[in-house]
């Protein structure tokens, strides 16, 4: 040992502890690796999960390894009170922070272990209200777990804890601006529940906000991310779907009637026409088999106008069926009853000499009729 020192004494001796500390780090690093390596190519073909637990807590677990490195290092390093307090202090805040990692990652794997039995979300309602419910839980869960590590990691040091202290009892004007600041994330947070409970809106249901029409691809714990027909994205905070209405195309099931409008003469043929339509959507793909009707709901000095009824399994098949409905019936119209197109009628009044010569020629004859044998 007294060689040791003699060999290097001249190397100070917070050096020695940080490299030390270092060396544990790198060392704990190492042992992770070796041996998610080891348990990957012994268990991970025979048992997958084992390999996806590996891969998700793979942050948590290198992390805990540090700091039981360091907890075990750090008092044998020959550090002073000027070193070893502010590394005792991060060491705590380190635990601090692996504690909320590791809840979060227990959130998020029993989330993604339950959601396993409801993948198909198009069709299954059953499914998007678990998949609605257990992701807005999650995210309101996760923002609850990263406030409290958050709030418990500041607590640790004295002059934000007596910060903290003073703010909450003085209850005056700051009080007032921390709660007014914070209205909106609460607020949101409270209708993310809401939403979560009662479920106005579920994951990909149809609908129409402030005359935009999509589906609602993504519900975080302050906002809803609606993917519109044209591929835009609408961001929309979670307490409009609580403080304003909306339409909801599927809120109990996903089939819809389409509604196409026709204007056509008043010769046209409309039993025909019916007969017509009732067959043509019959042939359809898109027609779900319930829903299909013809009426002339109003008319005018120039056409009557007929609307068609038809119905569809969701809200795109809807929009495709009357397109390809309303195109074969312009289409039948034209060709096979020309006389029901829409035309504008006139009535021809003479003019000039012609009207004179009208009266003139009325007039003998009446002369002509009056006079007798």
Known sequence: MADIDGMFGWIPSWFIGLSLVAGAIIVALFAHRVAAWLLNRTFGTRLPLLRVFIQRTAGPAQMALCLAAVALVLPLAPLDDMIRTPLTRLFVVFFIALTGW??????????????QNFRDVTENFIARKHVTQVRVFKRVTDT???????????????????YGVSLFASAGAAGIIVGLAARPLLSNLIAGLQIAITQPI???????????????????????????WDWRRMVVPLSYFIEKPFQNWTRDTASLIGVIALHVDYRADVPRIRRWLESAVKES???DGAVVNLQVIDADPRAIELRALVSARNAPQSWDLRCEIREKLVAFIRDEMPEALPRERAILIPSGDDDADLVRRTRTAGANAGAGP
């Open 102 to 115: 590791i809840s979060i990652r227990i959130v998020d794997m029993s989330a993604a272990r339950y959601l």
């Open 144 to 162: 609850i777990i990263v406030i409290i590590t958050a709030s418990t990691a500041l607590m640790t040091f004295d002059s934000v804890r007596q």
């Open 202 to 228: 579920r994951i990909e249901d149809a609908v129409i906000i402030e005359n935009e029409w999509g589906w609602v691809e993504d519900i975080a714990s302050t906002y809803v991310v609606i993917r519109l």
């Open 285 to 287: 793909k898109l027609w």
